[in-house]
């Protein structure tokens, strides 16, 4: 559920290629030289969540990561390789699927954690990927924050209770979890010589887009373009040939009821690019 911002961030910065996904067949030979995608849509830094999701978990992507190493090594020699890790910018997007498909509709879950330990936890996980990723050889993270989740389509449906706008208490959740993320940042840099992580902010760029969609060109801002525009997420659900999908899509702010546009996310990409400029100088 996470923001598929990679395709846009890659084309503002001037790349006419994207790194393959890790288990396609593209994923080989000198392809590994540009990078590899590691990313599982609904994974998060849950792992119970992933499995809910369907999704690979993250500690099994960084288990592909090793494999992938292994492999580089194999076709541009221990050096070079060692040289293309510390100079690539890992891309880390997670956070909203552990909150929106786990958290808020297991109350098993409400009775372990209040959402401020919940969000705790996460980045107890998140500090634990950026220890083994370093111990790897990666010197460059670029991690998102958690989007205004209360501002998504399907959480408007699912816990708005009619109330008009946002879902605050959603959105003071991600502001909590922000802030938390923001502070470990900080301290892992500290920690580790050499590592550069960069937390880009997506909750205030796109919650100015749903509260002033037409300052941005668009025109629907409550509602995803996909069905009802309420509930439908993933593929099977939200494709160009789904009933009911609007012709108009680059107008909407959300695609389907989590995710934001292409030409949303473009305008996310080309806020946060210069928020990133640490990572590439």
């Known amino acids: 559920m996470d923001l598929p911002l990679q395709p846009n961030l890659s084309e503002t910065l001037g790349f006419t290629t994207y790194p393959p996904a890790y288990l396609s067949s593209k994923?080989?030979?000198?392809?590994?030289?540009?990078?590899?995608?590691?990313?599982?849509?609904?994974?998060?830094?849950?792992?119970?969540?992933?499995?809910?999701?369907?999704?690979?978990?993250?500690?099994?992507?960084?288990?592909?990561?090793?494999?992938?190493?292994?492999?580089?090594?194999?076709?541009a020699g221990k050096n070079k390789s060692e040289s293309v890790i510390q100079g690539a910018i890992c891309l880390l997007s997670a956070g909203s699927s552990d909150f929106l498909q786990n958290y808020y509709v297991n109350p098993l879950l409400h009775k372990v954690y209040t959402p401020d330990q919940y969000g705790s936890?996460?980045?107890?996980?998140?500090?634990?990927?950026?220890?083994?990723?370093?111990?790897?050889?990666?010197?460059?993270?670029?991690?998102?924050s958690l989007a205004p989740l209360g501002c998504l389509p399907l959480a408007r449906t699912l816990f708005g209770f009619h109330e008009k706008g946002c879902v605050?208490?959603?959105?003071?959740?991600?502001?909590?979890?922000?802030?938390?993320?923001?502070?470990?940042?900080?301290?892992?840099k500290k920690r580790y010589s050499g590592l550069k992580i960069i937390v880009f902010d997506i909750l205030k760029p796109l919650y100015d887009l749903v509260q002033s969609p037409s300052k941005y060109g668009f025109i629907e801002a409550t509602k995803g373009c996909c069905g009802t525009g309420k509930v439908e997420t993933t593929s099977l659900l939200c494709n160009p040939k789904s009933f009911g999908a609007c012709s108009n899509a680059s107008e909407y702010v959300f695609w389907d009821s989590a995710h934001p546009s292409q030409a949303a996310n473009q305008v996310l990409a080309d806020a946060l690019i210069t928020q990133g400029i640490g990572l590439i100088a």
Do not use: C, M
């Open 27 to 75: 994923a080989s030979g000198s392809n590994l030289l540009i990078g590899s995608n590691f990313a599982s849509a609904g994974s998060g830094y849950d792992p119970k969540a992933a499995v809910i999701n369907h999704a690979i978990p993250l500690y099994q992507q960084i288990e592909y990561f090793k494999e992938y190493k292994i492999k580089l090594t194999k076709i």
């Open 121 to 144: 936890y996460l980045i107890e996980n998140f500090s634990s990927f950026v220890k083994e990723v370093y111990g790897l050889g990666v010197r460059k993270i670029g991690v998102t």
């Open 168 to 188: 605050e208490r959603l959105n003071s959740d991600a502001k909590q979890f922000n802030e938390k993320l923001n502070s470990e940042a900080s301290k892992l």
